[in-house]
């Protein structure tokens, strides 16, 4: 059986020298640092519009919309149309899970209005117009502060602060908005964990309606006792053509709402796979004069009776070993700056997770670069002519 070398032979040479070790260890460090960071942004920013899809929730939409909610104008008879009318809609309680709801962006002012001339900035919001059997339809959404807005006050989501870019303390219980030139108190915050519901505000439906002086909503929210009773929703829109609108599964809409996030999704990796690729190619050249260092040592232990094999072994110990530390310390990294942190987008926003796949993502990756970091190395080692080897200074 050939002879192995012992594995702390490989973690010796690690100590020889320790700026060239730790400058290695940094780069991977960097590399599982940021893949775990993409992998967190990239599923987050997937999951936060897939997630509020459901096949048992539906939105009714005006025809001419073309699926966009922010375009769409129902009627606010059809809400209750749609509840005595259509079977298999969930009635917890006994009450209609039918949500009309008005869905606005808007620009938005914190606290009571300044004295004049007195600075006043104004923030990009979006704001939710609903009544009470929005929490029946979105029963994600957990109220876990204070209580559901009444006239003239505002349900605050979790994420809200970080989508303005201001401290959380600013859109505190009893503190004021304004917007759509109506003032209001915050009644409460709620979660709707993995979603970008968290990052919107919702008002009483009749309070916007006034402020922005329309009679419509701009979609009907209907939760369905079963995924097959959307059959029921679809024929009471074929039957009922002159309310003029449509129904789609939440759980298409929404998909086809991530699908627009896709080209940013490549590009993230896109952007991760260059830096990998450069701290691949530095990772090599470092071994690789880590050997040139080592031509006699090595050639030495060949005359002795250790196979090339051995040699190879030996120095993928050493590019696991120290790709691995680097892992190590690059997600406790990660873990530290990117967990838990908000990331803005369009009128949303999301929070970052460091889960189990982005940790085994970027942990592998890692590992997998230090072996291949290694071959480089490697050939050389088995290539080398060990009589002209040992007589090099």
């Known amino acids: 059986m050939a002879r192995v070398l012992p594995f702390d032979y490989a973690v010796r040479n690690l100590a020889r020298r320790p700026l060239?070790?730790?400058?290695?260890?940094?780069?991977?460090?960097?590399?599982?640092?940021?893949?775990?960071?993409?992998?967190?942004?990239?599923?987050?920013?997937?999951?936060?519009?897939?997630?509020?899809?459901?096949?048992?929730?539906?939105?009714?939409?005006?025809?001419?919309?073309?699926?966009?909610?922010?375009?769409?104008?129902?009627?606010?008879?059809?809400?209750?149309?749609?509840?005595?009318?259509?079977?298999?809609?969930?009635?917890?309680?006994?009450?209609?899970?039918?949500?009309?709801e008005i869905h606005v962006g808007t620009r938005l002012r914190l606290g009571p209005a300044p004295a004049e001339g007195a600075a006043d900035p104004v923030y990009e919001g979006f704001v939710r117009g609903v009544e009470g059997e929005a929490f029946l339809v979105h029963d994600a959404v957990t109220i876990v502060e204070g209580a559901p807005p009444g006239p003239?006050?505002?349900?605050?989501?979790?994420?809200?602060?970080?989508?303005?870019?201001?401290?959380?303390?600013?859109?505190?219980?009893?503190?004021?908005?304004?917007?759509?030139?109506?003032?209001?108190?915050?009644?409460?915050?709620?979660?709707?964990?993995?979603?970008?519901?968290?990052?919107?505000?919702?008002?009483?439906?009749?309070?916007?309606?006034?402020?922005?002086?329309?009679?419509?909503?701009?979609a009907v929210f209907v939760r369905l006792d079963r995924p097959e009773d959307m059959a029921h929703l679809d024929l009471f829109m074929q039957k009922r053509l002159d309310l003029e609108v449509t129904a789609i599964r939440s759980s298409v809409y929404y998909a086809e709402l991530a699908a627009w996030f896709t080209p940013i999704q490549g590009l993230a990796w896109v952007l991760a796979a260059m830096i990998v690729a450069a701290a691949l190619f530095g990772a090599a050249n470092t071994l690789n004069a880590a050997v040139q260092d080592r031509v006699r040592e090595l050639a030495t232990l060949r005359a002795v009776g250790y196979r090339g094999r051995a040699l190879v072994i030996a120095l993928a110990q050493e590019g696991v070993v120290l790709a691995a530390l680097g892992g190590l310390v690059g997600l406790a990294v990660a873990r530290l700056l990117v967990e838990g942190a908000a990331v803005q987008i369009a009128m949303g926003a999301f929070q970052l997770e460091v889960d189990a796949v982005a940790v085994l993502t970027a942990f592998g990756a890692v590992l997998f670069l230090g072996l291949l970091a290694v071959l480089p190395a490697s050939l050389r080692v088995l290539r080398m002519p060990v009589a002209l080897a040992l007589k090099e200074n």
């Open 152 to 218: 003239g006050e505002v349900l605050v989501g979790r994420l809200v602060h970080a989508r303005l870019g201001v401290p959380e303390e600013r859109l505190a219980i009893g503190e004021t908005l304004r917007f759509e030139n109506g003032e209001f108190r915050v009644s409460g915050r709620f979660v709707a964990p993995g979603t970008t519901i968290e990052s919107e505000l919702w008002a009483p439906v009749q309070d916007l309606k006034s402020l922005t002086r329309r009679d419509d909503v701009s």
């Open 20 to 100: 060239r070790t730790a400058l290695t260890a940094g780069s991977c460090a960097l590399v599982a640092a940021l893949l775990a960071s993409t992998t967190a942004f990239v599923q987050g920013l997937g999951r936060s519009s897939a997630s509020q899809g459901r096949d048992d929730v539906a939105l009714v939409l005006s025809r001419v919309a073309q699926n966009d909610v922010l375009r769409s104008t129902v009627g606010s008879g059809v809400a209750r149309e749609i509840a005595a009318s259509v079977s298999g809609i969930a009635r917890p309680g006994g009450v209609a899970a039918v949500s009309p």
